[in-house]
Protein backbone atom coordinates (compact mmCIF):
# COMPACT_ATOMS: atom_id res chain seq x y z
CA UNK A 1 0.00 0.00 0.00
CA UNK A 2 1.15 3.60 -0.47
CA UNK A 3 1.32 5.86 2.59
CA UNK A 4 2.64 9.19 3.29
CA UNK A 5 5.34 9.03 6.04
CA UNK A 6 6.29 11.57 8.13
CA UNK A 7 10.12 11.24 8.22
CA UNK A 8 11.55 14.66 9.11
CA UNK A 9 10.09 17.36 11.76
CA UNK A 10 10.26 20.68 10.90
CA UNK A 11 8.92 22.37 7.48
CA UNK A 12 5.79 20.63 5.80
CA UNK A 13 7.61 21.14 2.31
CA UNK A 14 10.61 18.08 3.51
CA UNK A 15 8.20 16.45 6.21
CA UNK A 16 6.52 13.83 4.22
CA UNK A 17 8.09 10.91 1.68
CA UNK A 18 4.59 9.31 -0.30
CA UNK A 19 6.01 5.77 -0.80
CA UNK A 20 5.13 2.10 -0.68
CA UNK A 21 4.70 0.38 2.51
CA UNK A 22 4.05 -3.13 4.03
CA UNK A 23 0.26 -3.27 5.07
CA UNK A 24 -0.94 -2.85 8.09
CA UNK A 25 -1.29 -6.69 9.96
CA UNK A 26 -4.59 -7.15 11.58
CA UNK A 27 -4.90 -7.88 15.74
CA UNK A 28 -8.44 -9.41 16.92
CA UNK A 29 -11.25 -7.25 17.10
CA UNK A 30 -9.99 -4.98 14.17
CA UNK A 31 -10.81 -4.45 10.67
CA UNK A 32 -9.11 -3.32 7.86
CA UNK A 33 -10.19 -0.22 5.90
CA UNK A 34 -9.49 0.46 2.21
CA UNK A 35 -9.36 4.30 2.87
CA UNK A 36 -11.19 7.00 0.37
CA UNK A 37 -8.66 9.47 1.93
CA UNK A 38 -8.03 11.17 5.47
CA UNK A 39 -8.65 13.81 7.52
CA UNK A 40 -6.70 16.62 8.47
CA UNK A 41 -6.48 17.89 12.34
CA UNK A 42 -4.61 20.63 14.20
CA UNK A 43 -2.15 17.71 16.14
CA UNK A 44 -0.80 17.04 12.58
CA UNK A 45 0.64 20.79 12.15
CA UNK A 46 1.97 19.96 15.85
CA UNK A 47 3.49 16.94 15.15
CA UNK A 48 5.47 17.39 12.13
CA UNK A 49 6.68 20.71 14.36
CA UNK A 50 7.89 17.88 16.28
CA UNK A 51 5.64 19.54 19.36
CA UNK A 52 3.27 16.43 19.78
CA UNK A 53 4.64 14.51 22.24
CA UNK A 54 1.86 11.48 21.94
CA UNK A 55 3.12 11.34 18.07
CA UNK A 56 5.27 7.93 17.48
CA UNK A 57 8.99 7.85 16.67
CA UNK A 58 9.79 8.74 13.05
CA UNK A 59 9.25 7.37 10.14
CA UNK A 60 5.53 7.23 11.34
CA UNK A 61 2.39 7.18 9.41
CA UNK A 62 0.07 10.11 11.62
CA UNK A 63 -3.51 10.73 10.70
CA UNK A 64 -6.88 9.98 13.25
CA UNK A 65 -9.05 9.94 10.96
CA UNK A 66 -10.40 8.06 7.67
CA UNK A 67 -13.19 7.04 5.75
CA UNK A 68 -13.52 3.41 3.42
CA UNK A 69 -14.93 0.15 2.84
CA UNK A 70 -14.15 -2.78 5.38
CA UNK A 71 -11.81 -5.20 3.53
CA UNK A 72 -11.19 -7.79 5.63
CA UNK A 73 -12.05 -8.28 9.70
CA UNK A 74 -10.35 -10.45 12.25
CA UNK A 75 -12.18 -11.90 15.70
CA UNK A 76 -15.12 -10.52 17.24
CA UNK A 77 -15.74 -6.92 15.04
CA UNK A 78 -19.56 -6.44 16.54
CA UNK A 79 -21.76 -5.58 13.68
CA UNK A 80 -19.37 -4.60 11.09
CA UNK A 81 -18.57 -6.37 8.03
CA UNK A 82 -16.40 -7.06 4.88
CA UNK A 83 -18.28 -4.28 2.57
CA UNK A 84 -19.27 -1.80 5.04
CA UNK A 85 -18.42 2.10 4.40
CA UNK A 86 -17.18 3.40 8.05
CA UNK A 87 -15.62 6.04 9.46
CA UNK A 88 -12.93 5.47 11.86
CA UNK A 89 -10.68 7.20 14.47
CA UNK A 90 -6.91 5.72 13.93
CA UNK A 91 -4.93 7.14 16.82
CA UNK A 92 -1.84 7.48 13.62
CA UNK A 93 -1.82 5.36 10.64
CA UNK A 94 -4.50 7.64 8.71
CA UNK A 95 -2.19 8.96 6.23
CA UNK A 96 -2.51 5.87 4.32
CA UNK A 97 -4.47 3.33 1.47
CA UNK A 98 -4.76 0.30 4.25
CA UNK A 99 -5.70 1.07 7.84
CA UNK A 100 -6.20 -1.36 10.91
CA UNK A 101 -8.80 0.00 13.30
CA UNK A 102 -10.64 -1.65 16.86
CA UNK A 103 -13.54 -1.92 15.65
CA UNK A 104 -14.94 0.01 18.74
CA UNK A 105 -13.32 3.10 17.27
CA UNK A 106 -15.77 2.62 13.97
CA UNK A 107 -18.70 4.34 12.74
CA UNK A 108 -21.14 3.21 10.09
CA UNK A 109 -21.87 5.28 7.36
CA UNK A 110 -23.97 5.32 4.36
CA UNK A 111 -22.72 5.13 0.96
CA UNK A 112 -23.69 7.97 -0.40
CA UNK A 113 -22.66 10.65 2.59
CA UNK A 114 -20.31 13.16 1.85
CA UNK A 115 -16.69 11.89 2.12
CA UNK A 116 -15.69 15.44 3.28
CA UNK A 117 -18.28 15.77 5.89
CA UNK A 118 -17.51 12.25 7.32
CA UNK A 119 -13.80 13.02 7.67
CA UNK A 120 -15.07 15.12 10.16
CA UNK A 121 -17.11 12.42 12.80
CA UNK A 122 -14.34 11.03 14.40
CA UNK A 123 -11.37 13.18 15.80
CA UNK A 124 -13.04 16.64 15.81
CA UNK A 125 -17.09 15.58 16.35
CA UNK A 126 -16.95 13.28 18.68
CA UNK A 127 -14.10 15.46 20.69
CA UNK A 128 -16.70 17.93 20.85
CA UNK A 129 -19.50 15.74 21.48
CA UNK A 130 -17.34 14.14 24.50
CA UNK A 131 -16.53 17.59 25.61
CA UNK A 132 -19.94 18.86 25.36
CA UNK A 133 -21.91 15.76 26.43
CA UNK A 134 -20.38 13.43 27.91
CA UNK A 135 -17.80 15.71 30.89
CA UNK A 136 -20.64 18.08 31.78
CA UNK A 137 -24.39 18.22 31.37
CA UNK A 138 -25.28 21.91 29.76
CA UNK A 139 -28.99 23.45 29.71
CA UNK A 140 -30.59 25.41 27.67
CA UNK A 141 -29.92 28.98 28.04
CA UNK A 142 -26.77 28.50 29.58
CA UNK A 143 -24.07 30.52 28.57
CA UNK A 144 -20.74 29.27 26.64
CA UNK A 145 -17.45 30.77 25.60
CA UNK A 146 -15.67 28.50 21.99
CA UNK A 147 -12.52 29.58 21.29
CA UNK A 148 -11.42 28.87 17.52
CA UNK A 149 -14.80 28.61 16.89
CA UNK A 150 -14.91 28.01 13.00
CA UNK A 151 -12.45 25.41 13.22
CA UNK A 152 -13.41 21.68 13.09
CA UNK A 153 -13.73 21.03 16.46
CA UNK A 154 -15.30 24.43 17.21
CA UNK A 155 -17.73 24.49 14.11
CA UNK A 156 -18.77 21.08 16.00
CA UNK A 157 -19.39 22.81 19.46
CA UNK A 158 -20.97 25.28 17.88
CA UNK A 159 -23.71 23.07 16.44
CA UNK A 160 -23.74 21.07 19.45
CA UNK A 161 -24.43 24.46 21.46
CA UNK A 162 -27.30 26.03 19.47
CA UNK A 163 -29.04 22.26 19.47
CA UNK A 164 -28.89 22.75 23.25
CA UNK A 165 -30.60 25.93 22.91
CA UNK A 166 -26.99 27.65 24.54
CA UNK A 167 -26.17 31.54 24.09
CA UNK A 168 -22.66 31.50 22.71
CA UNK A 169 -20.04 33.36 22.84
CA UNK A 170 -17.15 32.36 19.70
CA UNK A 171 -13.88 33.95 19.04
CA UNK A 172 -11.99 33.23 15.44
CA UNK A 173 -9.29 35.53 13.85
CA UNK A 174 -10.63 36.77 10.47
CA UNK A 175 -13.81 38.80 9.30
CA UNK A 176 -14.58 36.04 6.95
CA UNK A 177 -14.70 33.47 10.21
CA UNK A 178 -16.75 36.34 11.66
CA UNK A 179 -19.44 36.05 9.31
CA UNK A 180 -19.63 31.99 8.77
CA UNK A 181 -20.11 32.44 12.67
CA UNK A 182 -23.14 34.70 12.27
CA UNK A 183 -24.11 32.22 9.49
CA UNK A 184 -24.58 29.72 11.73
CA UNK A 185 -25.88 31.57 14.42
CA UNK A 186 -23.43 32.14 17.39
CA UNK A 187 -25.09 35.38 19.00
CA UNK A 188 -22.10 36.87 20.04
CA UNK A 189 -18.95 36.29 16.95
CA UNK A 190 -15.43 38.33 18.38
CA UNK A 191 -12.83 38.86 16.30
CA UNK A 192 -9.85 38.74 18.96
CA UNK A 193 -7.44 40.61 16.56
CA UNK A 194 -9.62 43.24 16.59
CA UNK A 195 -11.00 42.56 19.88
CA UNK A 196 -10.12 41.44 23.63
CA UNK A 197 -12.42 38.54 23.93
CA UNK A 198 -12.10 39.00 27.64
CA UNK A 199 -13.25 42.42 27.93
CA UNK A 200 -15.92 41.78 25.24
CA UNK A 201 -17.65 39.05 26.97
CA UNK A 202 -17.85 41.26 30.73
CA UNK A 203 -19.12 44.00 28.39
CA UNK A 204 -21.85 42.17 26.99
CA UNK A 205 -22.85 39.36 29.74
CA UNK A 206 -21.86 41.52 32.83
CA UNK A 207 -21.13 40.12 35.97
CA UNK A 208 -22.79 36.85 35.13
CA UNK A 209 -20.33 34.20 34.78
CA UNK A 210 -20.42 31.80 31.80
CA UNK A 211 -21.56 27.87 32.48
CA UNK A 212 -18.43 26.85 30.16
CA UNK A 213 -15.83 27.74 28.28
CA UNK A 214 -14.37 25.67 25.58
CA UNK A 215 -10.48 26.31 24.84
CA UNK A 216 -7.86 24.47 22.81
CA UNK A 217 -5.62 27.63 22.58
CA UNK A 218 -4.45 27.06 26.19
CA UNK A 219 -1.96 29.30 28.09
CA UNK A 220 -3.67 33.14 29.07
CA UNK A 221 -6.42 32.47 26.99
CA UNK A 222 -7.48 29.69 29.38
CA UNK A 223 -6.42 31.72 32.58
CA UNK A 224 -8.71 34.58 30.94
CA UNK A 225 -11.54 31.73 30.27
CA UNK A 226 -11.25 30.94 33.95
CA UNK A 227 -11.64 34.33 35.23
CA UNK A 228 -15.15 34.52 32.80
CA UNK A 229 -16.40 31.15 34.39
CA UNK A 230 -19.40 31.66 37.05
CA UNK A 231 -20.24 29.40 40.18
CA UNK A 232 -21.08 25.91 38.59
CA UNK A 233 -18.94 26.55 35.17
CA UNK A 234 -16.51 24.47 33.85
CA UNK A 235 -13.24 25.29 31.74
CA UNK A 236 -13.04 22.18 29.43
CA UNK A 237 -9.25 22.62 28.15
CA UNK A 238 -8.38 19.91 25.46
CA UNK A 239 -4.91 21.79 23.41
CA UNK A 240 -2.65 24.14 23.28
CA UNK A 241 -2.38 25.71 19.87
CA UNK A 242 -0.54 28.68 21.13
CA UNK A 243 2.89 26.68 22.07
CA UNK A 244 2.69 26.94 17.33
CA UNK A 245 6.12 27.64 16.55
CA UNK A 246 7.09 28.70 19.61
CA UNK A 247 10.67 28.94 20.82
CA UNK A 248 11.84 27.77 24.00
CA UNK A 249 10.76 31.01 25.47
CA UNK A 250 7.71 31.05 24.00
CA UNK A 251 6.69 27.94 25.59
CA UNK A 252 7.42 28.75 28.87
CA UNK A 253 5.64 32.12 28.55
CA UNK A 254 2.77 30.05 27.26
CA UNK A 255 2.80 27.29 30.52
CA UNK A 256 3.28 30.59 32.95
CA UNK A 257 0.20 32.01 31.00
CA UNK A 258 -2.26 29.39 32.28
CA UNK A 259 -1.88 30.48 36.00
CA UNK A 260 -1.27 28.92 38.91
CA UNK A 261 -4.45 26.62 40.97
CA UNK A 262 -5.13 24.99 44.08
CA UNK A 263 -7.96 22.37 44.35
CA UNK A 264 -9.43 24.29 47.17
CA UNK A 265 -9.41 27.51 45.03
CA UNK A 266 -12.07 24.83 42.73
CA UNK A 267 -13.85 24.22 46.21
CA UNK A 268 -14.38 28.03 46.75
CA UNK A 269 -15.25 28.86 43.74
CA UNK A 270 -17.45 26.04 42.80
CA UNK A 271 -15.65 26.02 39.49
CA UNK A 272 -13.59 23.51 37.75
CA UNK A 273 -10.96 22.80 34.93
CA UNK A 274 -11.10 19.96 32.77
CA UNK A 275 -8.80 17.99 30.54
CA UNK A 276 -9.35 15.88 27.79
CA UNK A 277 -7.34 13.97 25.61
CA UNK A 278 -9.57 11.62 23.00
CA UNK A 279 -6.54 9.07 22.15
CA UNK A 280 -6.48 8.52 25.54
CA UNK A 281 -10.47 7.87 25.47
CA UNK A 282 -10.16 6.13 23.00
CA UNK A 283 -6.91 3.85 24.34
CA UNK A 284 -9.11 3.29 27.42
CA UNK A 285 -12.15 3.91 27.21
CA UNK A 286 -13.05 2.17 23.91
CA UNK A 287 -16.57 2.04 24.60
CA UNK A 288 -16.73 5.71 25.56
CA UNK A 289 -15.23 6.58 21.93
CA UNK A 290 -17.39 4.78 20.28
CA UNK A 291 -20.93 5.93 22.33
CA UNK A 292 -19.20 9.41 21.03
CA UNK A 293 -18.91 8.53 17.37
CA UNK A 294 -22.47 6.73 17.10
CA UNK A 295 -24.30 9.49 18.72
CA UNK A 296 -22.68 11.41 16.29
CA UNK A 297 -23.62 10.11 13.41
CA UNK A 298 -26.97 9.61 15.19
CA UNK A 299 -26.92 13.19 14.92
CA UNK A 300 -26.42 13.69 11.91
CA UNK A 301 -28.79 11.92 10.43
CA UNK A 302 -31.35 13.58 12.64
CA UNK A 303 -30.23 16.99 10.92
CA UNK A 304 -29.00 18.26 14.04
CA UNK A 305 -25.24 18.36 13.11
CA UNK A 306 -24.27 18.82 9.53
CA UNK A 307 -20.17 19.37 9.41
CA UNK A 308 -18.50 21.79 7.23
CA UNK A 309 -16.45 20.82 4.40
CA UNK A 310 -13.86 23.80 4.39
CA UNK A 311 -11.25 22.41 1.37
CA UNK A 312 -10.59 18.47 -0.46
CA UNK A 313 -7.28 18.21 -1.40
CA UNK A 314 -5.65 15.36 -3.80
CA UNK A 315 -2.77 13.21 -2.46
CA UNK A 316 0.11 14.83 -4.50
CA UNK A 317 -1.27 18.55 -2.84
CA UNK A 318 -0.40 17.18 0.87
CA UNK A 319 2.08 19.83 1.79
CA UNK A 320 -0.37 22.65 0.25
CA UNK A 321 -3.55 21.06 2.83
CA UNK A 322 -1.00 21.05 5.38
CA UNK A 323 -0.06 24.55 4.74
CA UNK A 324 -3.59 25.64 4.24
CA UNK A 325 -4.29 24.40 7.69
CA UNK A 326 -1.49 25.51 9.55
CA UNK A 327 -2.48 29.26 7.81
CA UNK A 328 -5.72 29.99 9.84
CA UNK A 329 -7.61 30.60 7.27
CA UNK A 330 -9.85 26.75 7.13
CA UNK A 331 -13.37 27.14 8.17
CA UNK A 332 -14.64 23.33 9.08
CA UNK A 333 -13.00 20.32 7.85
CA UNK A 334 -9.82 19.59 5.57
CA UNK A 335 -9.02 16.19 3.98
CA UNK A 336 -6.89 14.86 1.42
CA UNK A 337 -8.15 11.69 -0.85
CA UNK A 338 -5.85 9.14 -2.81
N1 LIG B 1 -7.68 16.94 23.12
C1 LIG B 1 -8.11 16.30 22.05
O1 LIG B 1 -8.38 15.11 22.10
C2 LIG B 1 -8.26 17.05 20.77
C3 LIG B 1 -8.91 16.46 19.68
C4 LIG B 1 -9.08 17.22 18.51
C5 LIG B 1 -8.56 18.53 18.48
N2 LIG B 1 -7.91 19.03 19.55
C6 LIG B 1 -7.40 20.41 19.53
O2 LIG B 1 -8.46 21.26 19.15
C7 LIG B 1 -7.94 22.38 18.45
C8 LIG B 1 -8.70 22.50 17.14
O3 LIG B 1 -8.35 21.40 16.30
P1 LIG B 1 -8.88 21.30 14.82
O4 LIG B 1 -8.22 20.13 14.22
O5 LIG B 1 -10.36 21.40 14.84
O6 LIG B 1 -8.25 22.60 14.13
P2 LIG B 1 -8.98 23.90 13.59
O7 LIG B 1 -9.72 24.54 14.73
O8 LIG B 1 -9.74 23.55 12.38
O9 LIG B 1 -7.76 24.79 13.17
C9 LIG B 1 -6.97 25.41 14.14
C10 LIG B 1 -7.51 26.84 14.46
O10 LIG B 1 -7.05 27.20 15.76
C11 LIG B 1 -7.06 28.61 15.85
N3 LIG B 1 -5.90 29.07 16.59
C12 LIG B 1 -5.96 29.79 17.73
N4 LIG B 1 -4.76 30.05 18.16
C13 LIG B 1 -3.90 29.51 17.30
C14 LIG B 1 -2.47 29.49 17.21
N5 LIG B 1 -1.70 30.08 18.13
N6 LIG B 1 -1.91 28.85 16.18
C15 LIG B 1 -2.68 28.25 15.26
N7 LIG B 1 -4.02 28.24 15.29
C16 LIG B 1 -4.62 28.87 16.31
C17 LIG B 1 -7.08 29.13 14.41
O11 LIG B 1 -8.36 29.73 14.20
P3 LIG B 1 -8.61 31.25 14.63
O12 LIG B 1 -7.42 32.02 14.19
O13 LIG B 1 -9.85 31.63 13.94
O14 LIG B 1 -8.76 31.22 16.12
C18 LIG B 1 -6.96 27.90 13.55
O15 LIG B 1 -7.69 28.00 12.34
C19 LIG B 1 -6.44 22.14 18.29
O16 LIG B 1 -5.77 22.82 19.32
C20 LIG B 1 -6.31 20.64 18.49
O17 LIG B 1 -5.04 20.27 18.95
C21 LIG B 1 -7.77 18.33 20.69
Given at each position: MKAAVLTKFGAIENAFEIKEVPNPIL?????MIKTEGFGLNFADIMAIQGDYKDCPPLPAIIGYDVVGEIVETKGDCGSLKVGDRVTAMTRFGGYAQLVASENLACAKIKKDYAVGKAMAFTTQYSTAYYCFNEVQNLHKGDKVLIHAAAGGVGTALVQMALDRGCEIF??????EKIEYLKSLGVHHPINYRTQDFYEEVKKINGDYGLDAVFDAVGGSSAKK???LLGSGGNLVLFGASSITGANIIGKLKMAAGFGMYHPLGFVMTSKAMIGVNMLRIGDDRPLVLKRCLEDV?????ENRLDPTVSKIFKIDELTEALNYLRSRK???KVSVLW
Open positions: KEGQVGTCGSQGFKVTQVESIG
